[in-house]
């Protein structure tokens, strides 16, 4: 099995409406792949559907060969899924340490985490994620007072101190500056290599610069596959961009 | 070690010796009713465990409360002289033989409806192991029920709120077995080894601190352990917290159980001390006040909530000795939750908390020189002691 995520004619309906349909694709073992569709294609949903947010009307997850296909949430990261979410999400009370301290701590159940401290290695490792996030010196303040920016390298610190085998990204980009994108794009790059990676972005010089290959959805069908060039020339792909936004 | 955590460590060391300096100061009258502001303050400190570190505001801790107290009650019960003067030569609590029909034999298997369920508690240990037994099944389950169904929130609350009022309902329906809403009167002492606990005694008052201390310092560890850091990261957000791969519900479910666990143990010690139970330990005002006990203390401290407990009850006694206070009591206790919740949202427990911060950034100032600081205190970690 080198397929690291494979997704087998996902379908999920809320009511009539066909949110993701029949989307079936297959991500190479160590794999970066770029998710792309204007808004409302079924993007994030698909993603909910594989970290079992959403429950899927027909079709497969699997895992490296495991199917997964509507497990819990937890079971699923267990499992070896990652995600960081749309609006970035992390422990707003906590401090920039304790959330890498917490997304570092193993094991699903309460026992086997009721002990102090982490341990030594454990440690290092948050220390040196927290340096990695570039929030080295804000890492005793609480995340309810980092920025934008800052919320969203957290977040993508968290995933990196989880360390799932398939990493699922829904826009590490959104709302940054020119130079936040920059250093993200650094973090995107470290966890590549080590892990699979499924990302959805829309920042097309973003994407030029990471993408491997692409797949475009258009109200939740995958309607093209392939890399940077093919994609920017498919008929197909531009007519679905035409009255959105439009690939830039 | 930081600032902080010595800090911390000194203010649990303080509190736990003065516990043990009060006999110095007070007679066996005094030692009975401080006894009893050291069980109010285990329980605003059960309290602060879910309702800080889960975010699982409990309006049905009374609950709890109430079984413990029961289920140690039902043991003294039959250990009371009465109960062994009733024409049998077991013991009968009195009560049942008002309740019994005029020919039922004079047994506890069958006196009333449902009087067998007594048998057991004739053995003093089993009344106390059921005190901790009963709260944390019935937490258990509740919680698992509750928290694997996702409710949160103010839901939470209302369904122990609910609870709390429909046990209550069935304790004082069942008369036969309970007493009804007279509760259980006229107990024995509970006896260790031969030796009795006088309620009215140094060495009652020294159990209830021994308890007390002890539960402090096993509360304080727990919340030090990984497992109550992934809790407050539950309480931020859950669906953050499952996707790391946690299983919330048994995390909340497990907090809560210790909560019950820690509340039914304090409504046996409140039993052994003012020898009585009675349903209004499941009042909702009760249950409403240790809430306000641990809102003022701070629901994020448990030293804070436990002091915060012991502290409002200090006032409150010293109050009804000045008459004309005594009906405006409810009032001030109201109107000071109410600014609280206000102005010192996290209650005392953060505001001691903040004045460590203030010491431990004017610490660092001195030692960097001019160097300035730039953190303000409530950009500062948000876990009181
Ligand atoms: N729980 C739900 N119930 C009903 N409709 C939903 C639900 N979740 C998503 N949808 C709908 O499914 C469609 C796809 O939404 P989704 O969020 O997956 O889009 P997206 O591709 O991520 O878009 P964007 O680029 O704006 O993030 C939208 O039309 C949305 O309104
Ligand atoms: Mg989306």
Known sequence: MSDALTLDRLTVKFGAFVAVDDVTMSIADGELRVLLGANGAGKTTLMDMISGRVPCTQGHVRVFGRDITNWQEHKIAAAGVGRKFQIPSVFRNLTVKQNIEVARCHGQSVFKNLRFGMSPSDSDRVAEIVELIGLAAVQSLVAAHLSHGQTQWLELGILVAQDPKVVLLDEPTAGMTHDETYKTAEIIRRLRGNHTLLVIEHDMSFVREIAEIITVMHLGKVIAEGSVSDIETNDEVRAAYLGSAGIS | ?385
């Open chain 2, 1 to 385: 070690m930081d600032l902080k955590r010595k800090l911390q460590l000194a203010a649990y060391a303080l509190f736990i010796l003065s516990l043990f300096a009060v006999p110095l100061f007070t007679d066996d009258f005094g030692l009975n009713r401080a006894s009893k502001y050291l069980v109010y303050g285990m329980l605003g400190l059960s309290i602060a465990l879910t309702w800080g570190y889960a975010g699982v505001l409990n309006l049905g801790q009374g609950l709890f409360f109430g079984l413990g107290a029961y289920m140690m009650a039902m043991s003294l019960k039959l250990m009371s002289p009465t109960s062994l003067a009733q024409g049998s030569d077991k013991p009968i609590p009195d009560f049942m033989l008002w309740n019994a029909e005029p020919d039922a034999p004079i047994e506890l298997c069958c006196i009333t409806p449902g009087s067998y369920l007594w048998i057991p508690f004739q053995d003093q240990w089993f009344g106390v192991a059921m005190g901790i037994v009963v709260p944390v099944v019935v937490a258990g389950l509740l919680g698992a029920l509750v928290f694997k169904n996702r409710i949160s929130g103010v839901f939470v609350s209302i369904i122990t709120l609910a609870l709390v009022l429909l046990v209550r309902l069935i304790v004082i329906d069942a008369q036969p077995v309970t007493n009804g809403f007279n509760g259980l009167t006229d107990l024995g002492f509970f006896t260790v080894f031969g030796y009795e606990f006088d309620p009215y005694s140094r060495e009652m008052y020294y159990l209830v601190a021994v308890s007390l201390a002890f539960v402090l310092v096993a509360g304080r560890l727990l919340a030090d352990t990984r497992a109550s850091l992934i809790l407050q990261a539950i309480r931020d957000d859950q669906q953050r917290a499952r996707h790391l791969g946690f299983d919330v519900p048994l995390y909340q479910t497990f907090f809560f159980v210790v909560s019950a666990a820690i509340a039914g143990y304090a409504g046996m010690l409140f039993v052994l001390v003012s020898e009585f139970a009675s349903p209004t330990f499941m009042d909702l005002s009760f249950s409403v006040t240790m809430v306000v006990w641990a809102a003022v203390g701070g629901r994020s401290s448990l030293l804070g909530a436990c002091i915060g407990a012991i502290l409002i009850n200090v006032i409150e006694s010293q109050v009804s000795e000045t008459e004309a206070l005594v009906d405006a009591w409810k009032a001030i206790i109201g109107l000071i939750f109410v600014l609280v919740v206000l102005f010192l949202p996290r209650g005392l427990g953060g505001l001691a908390h903040d004045f460590v911060d203030w010491l431990a950034r004017r610490d660092r100032e001195k030692a960097h020189g001019l160097a300035a600081s730039s953190s303000s205190p409530e950009r500062e970690v948000k876990q009181d002691v």
